[in-house]
């Protein structure tokens, strides 16, 4: 399999490059995780005392690309393939590796949830998923078919109001320009909503948090508990075969099942799985 080429752009989420080829461990934390990378790392090496670590936090199908082809390709150079420790938010992916003989195992550490963003003060009045049928609210929409989040919210909406309710978002308030899709939901979404263009947005929980930590005027509505989908979002997470450094990827697995790990993500927003 052909190196994947990483973006130059992307170069934000390849941390401590210079220790690349010298690393006690080697992370890919795939999905929307780079908010908390800084906080959680900091914190293992404060009780493992591992010193080099080497991090991505790339979308998660180019990590697992990077992993297949044995390696990435960022400015000229080759990056290494064979990580420490992969995590995503996709079970294929594990599978895939499974599969190829590549890894034993894996386990779910962490959860996520969709809330709803809207301006602060809540001008609108949204107070639960069902507001979204208003004629008066227009809605920042993750498109279905390119991003993951989206197949949740309409399972959210489904399980509020029906496919009474999937049509009148997807389809009518789409069909009078009230609904607008996103292709970078986390992105489009907040912008949309500083600049009034939107009343509401379902993202994930931990992407509010992000917002306000960036000085951005948004708060959640929160849909409960029945609704956010968070018993249906998991975070897998493995230790890959003939790793690097398997002792301190072994550390790392035992960290993250933590309390203090666990809490580092709790308050970036996301729903802990050890408790």
């Keep these: 399999m052909e190196m994947p080429v990483i973006p130059d752009e992307r170069e934000d989420d390849l941390h401590n490059l210079e220790y690349a080829d010298s690393a006690e ?15 959680l790392v900091k914190a293992f090496q404060e009780e493992y005392g591992v010193e080099r670590i080497f991090y991505e936090t790339l979308p998660p199908g180019l990590l697992l690309k990077q992993i297949l082809a044995g390696g990435a390709i960022f400015k000229g150079k080759v990056l290494p393939g064979t990580a420490d420790v992969y995590s995503s938010v996709s079970e ?11 890894i034993d195992d894996y386990f779910v550490y962490l959860h996520n949830r969709i809330v709803l963003m809207v301006p602060e003060g809540n001008p609108t009045g949204i107070r639960s998923v069902l507001d979204l049928a208003r004629e008066d609210v227009r809605i920042s929409q993750p498109n279905i078919e390119n991003e993951d989040i989206a197949k949740y919210i309409v399972e959210m909406y489904r399980k509020a109001g029906g496919e009474e309710l999937v049509k009148r978002i997807l389809e009518e ?4 320009g009230k609904t607008i899709l996103t292709l970078v939901h986390h992105r489009e979404t907040p912008e949309r909503i500083i600049r009034g263009e939107v009343d509401v947005g379902p993202v994930w929980a931990t992407e509010v948090v992000y917002a306000r930590k960036r000085g951005l005027k948004v708060e959640a509505v929160e849909v409960g508990e029945e609704l956010d989908q968070r018993d249906r979002v998991n975070y897998y997470i493995t230790k890959l075969k003939n790793c690097p450094n398997p002792e301190n990827a072994e550390k790392f697995l035992e960290f993250i099942k933590s ?11 996301f729903v802990p799985h050890f408790r």
């Design 25 to 39: 461990l080697i992370l890919f934390m795939a999905g929307n995780q780079f908010m908390v990378m800084d906080e």
């Design 92 to 102: 294929d992916a594990m599978k895939t590796l499974k599969d190829r003989g590549l």
């Design 173 to 176: 308030k789409r069909e009078m």
């Design 259 to 269: 309390e203090k790990a666990q809490k580092i993500y709790e308050k970036y927003g």
